[in-house]
């Protein structure tokens, strides 16, 4: 059996861009950035951030076009591909991508989506709301043997 899935959960880096194909299906392009942060062998903290190339299609691309913006919190969920072409130069080129089967939207840069404000990082506590509450994770590493089950 063979498995090719890709979920990420990041922010966009810049507003979607729709077209249509020559078939007249629509298509929405977008990209998504991830960070990672790890300890070196020194112990040292470091940071890594990937830029993934989103493509998404039918009524689903018109609906991402309409509604994502730049820096909005986004999950994706697809299949990874690589296309490769000649340019009108004549020079071959490559993209991995992913595909886009579900798009899920997170909350706007500007702090709301539907509705309900969530808070940001540098904003005032929220109200008692369980949706708007804001979790402070620990800056420290987890050690497993420390957690009770």
Same mark, same amino acid.
């Given at each position: 059996?063979y498995l090719n899935?890709a979920?990420?959960?990041g922010?966009?880096?810049k507003?979607?861009e729709?077209?249509?194909?020559?078939? @007249? *299906?629509k %298509?929405?392009?977008?990209?998504?950035?991830t960070? +990672?942060? &790890?300890? $070196?062998k020194d112990?040292k903290k470091q940071?890594?951030?990937?830029?993934?190339?989103?493509?998404v299609?039918?009524r689903q691309a018109?609906t991402?076009a309409?509604?994502l913006?730049? @820096? *909005?919190? %986004?999950l994706?969920?697809?299949?990874?591909?690589t +296309?490769? &072409?000649? $340019?009108?130069?004549g020079v071959?080129?490559?993209r991995t991508?992913?595909?886009?089967?579900?798009?899920?939207f997170?909350?706007?840069?500007?702090?709301?989506?539907?509705?309900s404000?969530y808070?940001?990082?540098?904003?005032?506590?929220?109200?008692s709301?369980?949706v708007?509450q804001q979790?402070d994770?620990?800056?420290?590493?987890?050690n497993p043997d420390?957690?009770?089950f």
């Amino acid at each position: 059996m063979y498995l090719n899935k890709a979920i990420i959960i990041g922010n966009m880096t810049k507003d979607p861009e729709m077209r249509a194909l020559p078939s @007249g *299906q629509k %298509v929405t392009s977008f990209s998504v950035a991830t960070n +990672r942060v &790890w300890k $070196d062998k020194d112990g040292k903290k470091q940071e890594g951030t990937e830029f993934h190339n989103i493509s998404v299609f039918g009524r689903q691309a018109e609906t991402c076009a309409q509604y994502l913006k730049k @820096g *909005q919190a %986004v999950l994706v969920e697809g299949r990874i591909q690589t +296309r490769n &072409w000649d $340019d009108k130069d004549g020079v071959k080129k490559n993209r991995t991508e992913i595909i886009a089967e579900k798009v899920q939207f997170g909350p706007k840069a500007g702090g709301s989506v539907g509705g309900s404000t969530y808070p940001s990082k540098n904003s005032a506590p929220a109200e008692s709301n369980s949706v708007g509450q804001q979790i402070d994770y620990p800056e420290e590493e987890i050690n497993p043997d420390d957690i009770p089950f």
